[in-house]
């Protein structure tokens, strides 16, 4: 599966971002999907994931109660709506797929990476 992120931006501390991950194939709703980011000089870290019924969901602590993960598998879209930004939120955020139906923090289920879109977020 190919994936493109897209909806990055820059906004300021408190503001809200959604960012979209559209993916090829007719098989999407076979893969769980994730989003994970990468801030300047750290290693990427998981940031949530969501099975493919979308039942399931798994967030990091440090987005859980601002971040929300959903998926439209007849538009083969997974979306990340992000509120309450705050600066250490800036990162490169990627989407990822994952062949397999349940949802997992894991980095290394993921077989399949997007681009990356920026996020910034001014303090």
């Known amino acids: 599966v190919q994936l493109q992120a897209s909806g990055g931006g820059t906004v300021q501390a408190g503001g809200s971002l959604r960012l979209s991950c559209a993916a090829s194939?007719?098989?999407?709703?076979?893969?769980?999907m994730g989003w994970f980011r990468q801030a300047p000089g750290k290693e990427r870290e998981f940031v949530a994931s969501i099975n493919w019924s979308g039942g399931s969901i798994y967030y990091a602590n440090s987005v859980k109660g601002r971040f929300t993960i959903s998926r439209n598998n007849a538009k083969n879209t997974v979306y990340l709506q992000m509120n309450s930004l705050k600066a250490e939120d800036t990162a490169v955020y990627f989407c990822?797929?994952?062949?397999?139906?349940?949802?997992?923090?894991?980095?290394?289920?993921?077989?399949?990476w997007g681009q990356g879109t920026l996020v910034t977020v001014s303090s």
């Open positions: 194939g007719r098989t999407f709703s076979s893969y769980a």
């Open positions: 990822a797929a994952a062949i397999m139906r349940l949802a997992t923090d894991l980095e290394r289920d993921f077989s399949s």
